[in-house]
């Protein structure tokens, strides 16, 4: 008896200290909301062979009144752009849904206290970006294309740029993984994939970097989780500690649905570059 009773306190006091370890983040287990008409959060959650926390949102585009968003320059010479948080993001320009966008420069993060940028510092995405019709950044990185018809494609620019964001690269092309995706290293991973015909935008934040919450994906961990949730073409967006969803919460307020890690900090947000926004008809 006093085994049995050792043992009961002694798991007891793990999954009290697990609690804790694991209060503000997400609870590590599965789950299904429809936040919005026409998109519907789910929570993958996957224990073995390693930890694993998924947050995606997919959005049904015939039920919901969605148009896209990627963030306006703000200067018209040099880095274009201010860095923000994607819950800054959301609120400044009233979208309804966010995830950070492409990688960009200059960036370093050293420690607390030697990092870069701050929010208000001045940044460039790495690869092309547009809005409203406006390109303001160069590159040859894989590009999502929103077009003036609220239309999205990749790869394929259409006549009339209306908005693109680039990523990393692609994920998923046709249905299948892209050939020679990393299947080794873990991070936190952002992804945008399309399904078959358009219908469907898929939007995933891994969590990763937290021991015993989630470790993160691999880049072909995370293009068959894609392919699962019905992607035909897929990009990586940046990663690591930009990686983060956020929604316009009941009281207007952004709440972030995913457990940011800038800084190895759990909970604590980045300022990035671009993102990608998505109003809604409510």
Not at 148 to 169: D, K, M, Q, Y
Request: proline share 7%.
């Amino acid at each position: 008896m006093w085994l049995a009773l050792g043992l009961l306190t002694l798991l007891a006091g793990c999954l009290g200290a697990y609690r804790r370890y694991t209060a503000g983040r997400p609870a590590p287990i599965p789950y299904r909301h429809e936040y919005f008409h026409g998109v519907t959060y789910y929570r993958r959650v996957r224990y073995a062979p390693h930890w694993m926390v998924a947050h995606i949102l997919v959005l049904d585009r015939r039920a919901a009144d969605a148009r896209f968003l990627v963030t306006p320059p703000d200067f018209r010479e040099g880095p274009p752009l201010r860095a923000r948080t994607t819950s800054q993001f959301l609120q400044e320009f009233g979208v309804q849904i966010a995830i950070n966008g492409d990688g960009f420069h200059p960036w370093w993060s050293h420690n607390p206290a030697d990092y870069y940028p701050h929010v208000g510092d001045p940044v460039t995405p790495n690869g092309y970006a547009a809005s409203h019709g406006r390109a303001y950044s160069d590159g040859s990185e894989p590009t999502l294309y929103i077009s003036r018809r609220n239309e999205l494609t990749f790869l394929r620019r259409p006549g009339n740029v209306h908005g693109a964001i680039s990523g990393e690269r692609m994920l998923v092309l046709q249905g299948e993984p892209v050939a020679g995706l990393d299947d080794v290293e873990r991070h936190p991973r952002t992804a945008v994939g399309l399904n078959r015909n358009g219908r469907f935008v898929i939007l995933i934040v891994v969590d990763g970097r937290q021991p015993f919450y989630s470790e993160g994906a691999t880049l072909l961990e995370l293009a068959r989780l894609l392919i699962k949730e019905g992607a035909y073409m897929a990009m990586n967006l940046d990663g690591g500690g930009s990686s983060t969803m956020v929604i316009e919460g009941q009281d207007g307020r952004p709440r972030l649905l995913n457990s940011p890690i800038d800084l190895y900090i759990p909970g604590r947000e980045r300022a990035v570059a671009n993102h990608l926004g998505v109003y809604l008809g409510k």
